[in-house]
């Protein structure tokens, strides 16, 4: 990753509101206050590196700790949610001056795909560099193993994970704009259900994002009178799935929900076409753009509920602030997200806007506060955290991959 610094030569007719609402609105989104801060903005320090040798912060700053794993098997997704955080606060300081005024560093830190170093990571932030708030990875074992860290220090975190099971501690610090990967199986099983289908499968990882996708998908199915037939696991770096997919197809289901990590997905997708498994086939999540140019055709078929996807140029997009959005990723970065955690990372940079807003504070127990009065349009459909338990509950979509290409059909 190169070093970035603000754009403050940005002309104000490029600013892309993406629907910025006015904080008291909670029925409709309103046109943000697009007025440009009564002095420039200087240029912000660098980020970080690719490696997340990150700079000391700067004086006068509002400082925001990005640990993103920017190594690893989930170094590309990490490397588009950065630029996308980045993009953030470009954008926030441009337009509005930073936070109440205050404008903000992101510094950026490597996880490395770990909970381990995720851990190390959280220390320096908490210690060296007294950050004020975290736009937390989108890894949610990682977030998991920091969250009693930054409950103890009062720290506001963004968190981007997925998994059902990530807020089950009940910290008060930690609010997520992510999909819950939990909410979609009711829509996903009743999908099943009405296919005719009534015997499934399930293969996962054992990371906890995809192991707690796959426990919500199986309790989800049992409930609603689904037999699971077979269960399988495999761990991060495996290639070859053969053993698992010839397992499953001995217990005939009618379909297999795939609860894998994104690079997994199109190498499980093509094995199980070349042992022509005929079952339906659900995924967890919204696909790539690597892994749509891995799979291909052999995609086709296969179903997910999800708000978002990946798409190849802004205008596939329906939604006009998802092509705002995207236009201005591309403009920024010159290739569209990899990764639908980008979306993710705008959406939590612009909650917690919101919530300095309200709050009329930049301190995290203000903030904190003020989360739950956050409601506005996102990439995500309306993100609505007043609901108390520091979820924001994206809408979730029914789509179905038809000539490689995501279709929504529901």
Known sequence: MKKFKLLAALLLAMVLVLGLVACGNDDAPATADTAAPDAAAPDAPDAGDDNGDAPPPAEGYLIIGNPQPLSGINAQVGQTTTNAAIMAVEHINEVY????????????????????????VAQRMLVDDQVDLVLGTLLSSNLMATGDMFEEAGILVMGNGTSPTLLIEGWETMFRVAPNNGEAMPALIGMAIDNGWSTAALIHGLDDATRSAGEAFTEAAEGAGITMVATETYIDGDVDFAGQIASIMAADPDFLFMSTNGPTFPLVVNQLRLMDFEGGLFFRESPTADAIAIAGQNMDGIMFVYPYNVYDYPEQAEDPLMQ?????????????????????????????????????????????????????RGLGGYLDFRGGDNEAHPQFRVWEMQGGRPVAVG
């Open 97 to 120: 001056g930073g936070f109440n005024g205050q404008l903000i560093q992101l510094i950026n830190y490597d996880d490395q795909n770990t909970p381990e170093v995720a851990v190390q």
């Open 324 to 376: 705002e959005f995207l236009a201005r990723y591309y403009e920024r970065w010159g290739e569209m997200p990899f990764h639908d955690a980008a979306y993710r990372a705008w959406d939590a940079m612009m909650a917690m806007l919101h919530a300095s807003r309200i709050a009329g504070s930049n301190d995290s127990a203000s903030m904190i506060e003020a989360m739950h009065q956050v409601h506005f």
